[in-house]
């Protein structure tokens, strides 16, 4: 979260302090300003009030913020381990269009991260990704194609 916010503050955050998380609350609009780094930096610098946020945002329909939550879920980072919660938030986000998401959602299936293994569907969730432009989802085509049985 760098630079200046058009509310004065230099982290994005604004308003009155939350309660029972100890930081400013930031106005619902502002929201979706941030982007998925700016989410990663709040979790990796103040942790604890961070999971708040992220899972407030993700509740809301910031697609950064549900990202950033099914990663966080499945790598048991500031919450429990849990790869069925990680796919459905990769799955909401990728329902509005983040293609990080799209890919993760692949991930999960061509894994069993959550869900079956499902080579195939895996292979559709990549395709949606790379026709969107994500290198990762050109990259995960390609490596299932050759070595899967998508």
């Known amino acids: 979260m760098s630079g200046v916010r058009a509310n004065g503050s230099a982290s994005g955050w604004s308003g009155s302090p939350a309660a029972g998380i100890g930081i400013e609350t930031p106005k619902l609009w502002d929201l979706h300003r941030h ?15 961070a999971v708040s946020w992220i899972r407030f945002a993700a509740a809301k329909g910031f697609r950064a913020a549900q990202l950033v939550l099914g990663q966080m879920h499945l790598d048991g980072q500031g919450v429990p381990h849990d790869p069925q919660a990680a796919y459905e938030w990769f799955a909401r986000a990728a329902a509005i269009g983040n293609l990080e998401a799209r890919n993760m959602v ?42 899967g049985e998508g």
């Open 35 to 49: 982007s998925e780094a700016d989410w990663r930096h709040l979790f990796e610098t103040r942790p604890q009030e």
């Open 106 to 147: 692949g991930r999960c299936h061509e894994l069993g991260w959550g869900v079956p293994v499902d080579q195939a569907e895996a292979l559709r969730h990549y395709r949606r990704a790379a026709a969107g432009g994500l290198a990762w989802g050109f990259y995960n085509v390609g490596c299932l194609l050759l070595y």
